[in-house]
């Protein structure tokens, strides 16, 4: 009968202590996963409203080209010499203005 109440009176881990898991836990996750994404999305947010007709851009294929048209969500982009080469594409697929470096 003692054993059993010694285990009942101090052999646990306190609330306390639980809580103070879980918001390390938290902030650990915001540090490695929500922030960065975060500072990622403004830097590419920044880089769709840079572009202007004309722009040297390279995709995500690592196509360098020239932006012949922007609409909201699609640019069409001009590949080489040849200016039967235009190909529409997703604004996500621009990762770098050579106008910014």
């Known amino acids: 009968m003692n054993i059993l109440a010694n285990a009942n009176a101090g052999g646990g881990i306190g609330v ?5 898991y879980v918001v390390f836990i938290g902030a650990i996750f915001y540090f490695m996963a ?3 994404n975060k500072k990622e999305k403004t830097k590419q947010a920044e880089l769709f409203a840079s572009l202007e007709v004309g722009d040297t851009v390279e995709t995500a294929s690592g196509f360098y080209g ?3 048209d922007i609409t ?3 640019v069409i982009v001009e590949f080489g010499n040849n200016k039967n080469c235009r190909i529409p594409m997703r604004k996500d697929a621009i ?7």
């Open 16 to 20: 306390g202590a639980i809580l103070m």
């Open 72 to 74: 909201d969500d699609t």
């Open 34 to 36: 929500y922030r960065p």
């Open 95 to 101: 990762v770098k203005n050579e106008k910014n470096e």
């Open 66 to 68: 020239v932006l012949i």
